[in-house]
């Protein structure tokens, strides 16, 4: 028995990385399956280590769902934290283009990011972590923008939970849009009155985010590079 337990760990120890391989293999995973009937032993299964291995990273199901969060939010948030806060207003459409950009490369980590798939985020330290720095990046190009004088709102926390709401809505909206294209012909979905402007949002988020700029700035014309730039795709 212990021999048995000692050659599985041995051929999962030479597996390489790991840990990468099991994020890699529940991500893919779950976007053909769903989470449902989801398992360490499953992957194990299908990542082609011991049933044991996984164990040596994740302590349950639960476990390795939060580090896939984890990672989203650290993805997202590299993404949005290169941004510079010099210029506030571009700042703003770029990080929330960042925002839907990720969701629509990354729909399973996004679920699984803003989701109820995992739910109380208490039990994982890295995960609040994480969520708690990627919205830092968003909160430190607001505050940014308050304090010039070039958004119109005074409070960043009201602020932010506006600009959170209508960027998610957006991201959703264009990972639901993806999806739909892709089962049915576009003509039949340009029928229906709200699929065709779930389509037209997704086919231009750009100009979605400079609408919600337009309610936001101080001074519109602050917003004439961008118009120039973007209301032309």
Not at 76 to 98: K, N, R, T
Not at 105 to 123: E, Q, T
Not at 178 to 195: I, T
Request: charged share 20%.
């Amino acid at each position: 028995m212990n021999a048995s337990h000692h050659g599985d760990d041995s051929r999962s120890y030479h597996h390489g990385d790991l840990r990468k391989t099991l994020l890699e293999t529940c991500c893919t995973h779950i976007a053909n399956q769903g989470t449902e009937g989801l398992s360490l032993r499953a992957l194990a299964r299908e990542a082609g280590v011991s049933p044991t291995a996984p164990y040596r990273h994740f302590d349950s199901r639960h476990a390795l769902l939060a580090a896939l969060a984890t990672e989203g939010f650290d993805e997202l948030g590299a993404s949005m934290g290169a941004i510079s806060a010099a210029d506030p207003v571009p700042a703003v459409f770029e990080c929330a283009l960042a925002y839907v950009r990720y969701a629509e490369a990354n729909p399973v980590k996004y679920h699984l990011m803003f989701g109820d798939v995992i739910g109380d985020f208490s039990r994982h330290e890295e995960l609040i972590t994480a969520a708690r720095q990627c919205y830092g990046h968003l909160a430190r190009i607001l505050a940014a923008g308050v304090a010039s004088g070039d958004l119109r709102q005074d409070d960043p926390d009201e602020l932010g939970g506006t600009v959170w709401a209508v960027v998610h809505g957006l991201a959703g909206l264009v990972i639901t849009a993806r999806a739909k294209a892709a089962q049915a012909p576009m003509e039949d979905l340009l029928e229906v009155p709200p699929l065709r402007a779930q389509q037209a949002v997704a086919a231009a988020p750009e100009r979605a985010v400079l609408r919600m700029l337009e309610g936001l700035v101080a001074d519109p014309a602050c917003l004439a590079g961008l118009q120039q730039r973007w209301r032309k795709v």
